[in-house]
């Protein structure tokens, strides 16, 4: 990956999504999903590896694994030539994370949608300090507290 600038980049966002080990499946629908998010032009892979956590804790980190009809390798292509941003120390906090016997992945990409907003930001002198995620239950437990509060005033 080149950059002209960092004028060009958006934000950057990663995420790991664990397998019990019989049942990781990276290709079908999550393949699909991808493939249409890079190429709506919404995001840009960085870069992706596959962890695997055995019983004793040790872990491995790979690129490509061995997993039937080629699903880790349908989903690398997709992921092009990217840029190992995660250092080993990154990757060992990850494996510190899963579960003994299963199979991870880690997916990093930039969020090219935002790119031309967040240099707008960084031109005029911009600087993020906070950012994060709500999680999906949350916004669904806010949601739901709305419905009851809705339902117990109309009663």
Do not use: C
């Not at 991870?104 to 995620?133: D, I, K, M, S, Y």
């Amino acid at each position: 990956m080149k950059l002209d600038s960092v004028d060009e980049l958006g934000p950057i966002d990663y995420l790991v999504v664990e397998f019990p080990r019989e049942r990781a499946n990276f290709s079908g629908e999550v393949r699909e999903e991808l493939a249409a998010l890079i190429e709506s032009g919404q995001i840009r892979v960085l870069d992706l590896l596959f962890l695997k956590k055995h019983a004793d804790g040790s872990f491995e980190g790979f690129e490509k694994h061995e997993f039937e009809d080629g699903q880790a390798d349908a989903l690398r292509e997709l992921a092009g030539e990217v840029s190992e941003l995660l250092s080993e120390e990154d990757v060992a906090n990850i494996a510190e994370a899963l579960e003994p016997e299963t199979i991870a992945a880690v997916l990093v990409w930039e969020n090219t949608w935002a790119a031309p907003f967040a240099g707008a930001l960084r031109r005029a002198g911009g600087q993020l300090v906070a950012g994060g995620r709500i999680p999906i239950q949350s916004i669904l437990a806010a949601l739901d507290a709305d419905v009851d509060a809705a339902q117990t005033e109309g009663v």
